[in-house]
């Protein structure tokens, strides 16, 4: 199987309850969009909804960075491109970032993911066929650029990337 680099999402559309006073989506929903889209991904790994029901193991975000670039209004269709940073026994790191479908970039984010036996919960090593085909994404994605926003922490001392 030939893992895409980065992992490109269907289409996703803004949806009218994702529309705040201000005209746009809400902050919240930036975080759903790359949700939705990252999922897409966990299939190609052996992850997702059918591993979480047949082996009670799942991923949990721990902490994510967003970065907000350009605003999504009602009627705008997105894709999310997703990229493996990195991955230990445990844990994960990805990017992503939502594109536009006229090519332009409207948020990213940095999330650490980690693998949880949901009998606990707790944190749990993925088994080695996930682990195994973790190493195939990151060699598929190490020729990827690293994200400028990759990384980051909030300081007021940041540049806008």
């Avoid at 680099?5 to 005209?23: C, K, T």
């Amino acid at each position: 199987m030939t893992l895409p680099a980065p992992h490109i999402s269907s289409l996703i559309d803004v949806r009218p309850d994702w529309v705040d006073y201000n005209g746009h989506i809400n902050m919240a929903y930036y975080a759903v969009i790359m949700d939705q889209g990252g999922d897409q991904l966990y299939p190609l790994l052996g992850l997702g909804e059918t591993y979480a029901k047949a082996e009670r193991h799942t991923s949990y975000t721990a902490e994510v960075h967003i970065c907000y670039k350009r605003e999504l209004k009602l009627g705008d269709r997105v894709r999310v491109h997703t990229q493996l940073l990195e991955f230990d026994a445990k844990r994960m790191v990805m990017f992503h970032e939502i594109h536009h479908e006229d090519g332009w970039i409207a948020a990213t984010a940095e999330e650490l993911l980690l693998h949880i036996d949901m009998s606990g919960p707790r944190v749990v090593p993925f088994p080695p066929e996930i682990a195994d085909k973790l190493a195939a994404l990151k060699r598929a994605h190490a020729t990827l650029p690293r994200p400028a926003q990759a990384g980051r922490a909030i300081s007021l001392a940041n540049k806008a990337a």
